[in-house]
């Protein structure tokens, strides 16, 4: 257990549709990634965010956006969804400083 | 910017046999190398990261990993795989400068037989 918990596990929708996906940190721990894994590009970095602030964007679509809350809990939203975005997407998190991320075990994402 | 080339995209080894995971990086800054694992349908598993010191990294489950920095490479090697090593392995970078973004591999499936 990373102690990075991810919710919901699973997550079944309509295209169009918008959902929000959750992550709660490890305790203490003031960074927050997020990144998509799909069959054709592998694993991705979407978005950092640091105590509350966004640190770094990667490849996320201007569809999706995340905020860190101040109980450092991380949410992403997705909207107007398409079939491609059906996905695993992580969320990680690790400590100031830290060089180590600590992977939660994804919400698995089915646009239908 | 970083990238990430995992050569092969699926090892077939028999149970007992040894095996090398290939990876090599491309950067303009130092990074810090990890090689990742993931169970079907689990999260990814941190097996062993690259820092500084010493070239030769130990992980868990007995797998290990030399940093090449001449040849820009991070491979993973066994001694001998178990049927329990059956997963996809990740080799991912991150710059060296304490935010932990990783740019990830595509990803090796290691496909343990008896």
């Known amino acids: 257990d990373s102690g990075v918990t991810q919710t919901p596990k699973h997550l079944i929708t309509a295209t169009g549709q918008r959902v929000t996906l959750r992550c709660s940190p490890r305790s203490g721990d003031l960074s927050v990634y997020w990144y998509q894994q799909s069959l054709d590009q592998g694993l991705q970095f979407l978005i950092h965010y640091y105590n509350g602030e966004e640190r770094a964007k990667g490849n996320i679509l201007e569809r999706f956006s995340a905020q860190q809350f101040p109980d450092l809990h991380s949410e992403l939203n997705l909207s107007s969804l398409e079939l491609g975005d059906s996905a695993l997407y992580f969320c990680?998190?690790?400590?100031?400083?830290?060089?180590?991320?600590?992977f939660g075990q994804g919400t698995r994402l089915t646009v239908v | 910017a970083q990238s990430v080339t995992q050569l092969d995209s699926q090892v077939p080894v028999f149970e007992e046999a040894p095996v090398e995971l290939r990876c090599n990086y491309s950067s303009s800054v130092s990074v810090y190398l990890f090689w990742y694992v993931q169970y079907p349908n689990q999260g990814l598993q941190l097996l062993l990261k690259?820092?500084?010191?010493?070239?030769l990294v130990k992980g868990i489950n007995g797998f290990e990993a030399e940093f090449n920095k001449s040849q820009t490479s991070f491979h993973l090697r066994k001694p001998s795989v178990h049927i329990s090593d059956t997963a996809e392995y990740f080799c991912a970078v991150s710059e060296g400068t304490g935010y932990s973004t990783l740019t990830f591999g595509k990803g090796t499936m290691l496909l343990v037989s008896p």
């Open positions: 690259y820092l500084s010191g010493s070239t």
């Open positions: 990680a998190s690790s400590a100031r400083g830290g060089t180590e991320a600590f």
